[in-house]
């Protein structure tokens, strides 16, 4: 049986899977499901939009065939679809449904809640706010960088406007989750896995202010005041020469407080600046 785990390694969920993060992938109860372009179109339009119906969805996969010929086309996916992947798909006479557990549903799932845990303040997990544990954070992080589950673009080589849209979407809610991730874990001095998850943010989007500056907190919670400095003169000659402007006043300010501590590091696991919330939005 095809089973997909949750992120912090548990849960397995039973029954078809379709993955859509890296590449479109259907797994069913006896293994990987072969369907041609024109069903995996309707598989994963389905997938990331839920419930449609068969009107909307004939003109989103097919907008410059005649009506005629586009429900014709999905009438001749679904059918296929029944045949290969029974019970993947609910049928009516008007509406379509995958029955299926998917990959990006699950990835805004965890996202969530990263950007809820970061947005609360520490002493929150003894006052009703989101508890995040050390174990999962590490299973988090996992999910999102390198090889992980989570850690892929959306149907790359797709060009339907449909999932460009989404696409970005997801591209930008994976930011915000990397560099709340990123303080969540230093705050818990779990620096490595901090850096690693911040500098996975800096490599999805080398130009995002945020991000370095994700990079600059864990350095500077671990007392590395000159590596932190290393990074932003990085950031900033990128800028200059890519597009020709200049960080922020906020992060100028921010190293400026920085380059007034000759010889004193700050605490580790606390940065040096204030903060008003683990999870920052940057120019994009």
């Known amino acids: 049986m095809t089973t997909r ?23 069913g109860p006896d293994g990987p499901v072969q369907l041609t372009a024109r069903e995996q179109r309707v598989v994963a339009l389905l997938a990331l939009h839920g419930p449609q119906q068969r009107a ?17 086309n999905l009438r001749a996916a679904v059918a296929t679809l ?19 557990s998917v990959d990006v549903r699950d990835f805004v799932a965890v996202a969530q809640d990263v950007l809820r845990a970061a947005s609360w303040p520490a002493e929150a997990d003894g006052t009703g706010g989101p508890a995040t544990g050390t174990a999962q954070l590490a299973a988090l992080c996992t999910a999102l960088v390198g090889d992980g589950p989570f850690a892929g673009d959306l149907l790359p080589g797709w060009y339907d406007d449909w999932v460009l849209v989404e696409a970005e979407r997801l591209r930008h809610l994976r930011l915000h989750t990397l560099e709340g ?9 779990r620096y490595g896995l901090a850096l690693e998850v911040a500098l996975a943010a800096v490599a999805l989007d080398p130009l ?12 500077v919670c671990e007392g590395n005041v000159a590596t932190a400095l290393a990074q932003h003169e990085r950031f900033r000659t990128r800028l200059a020469r890519e597009l020709h402007i200049t960080p922020s006043p906020q992060m100028e300010a921010l190293v400026a ?9 700050p605490t580790p696991g606390r940065p040096s600046w204030p903060q008003k919330s683990p999870v920052r939005t940057a120019r994009t």
């Open 5 to 27: 785990r949750t992120a912090d390694g548990t849960g397995p969920s039973p029954g078809y899977a379709v993955t859509l993060l890296g590449s479109f992938r259907l797994d």
């Open 56 to 72: 909307v969805v004939a003109g989103m996969l097919w907008p410059e065939t005649d009506e005629h010929r586009a429900r014709q």
């Open 82 to 100: 029944a045949r290969l992947a029974p019970g993947a798909l609910r049928a009516s006479k008007l509406a379509l449904e995958v029955d299926a």
């Open 181 to 189: 991730l990123s303080a969540l874990l230093s705050a818990a001095a």
């Open 208 to 219: 995002r202010e945020s991000a370095h500056r994700a990079v600059i907190e864990v350095h």
């Open 257 to 265: 407080r920085l380059r007034r501590r000759p010889g004193t590091d």
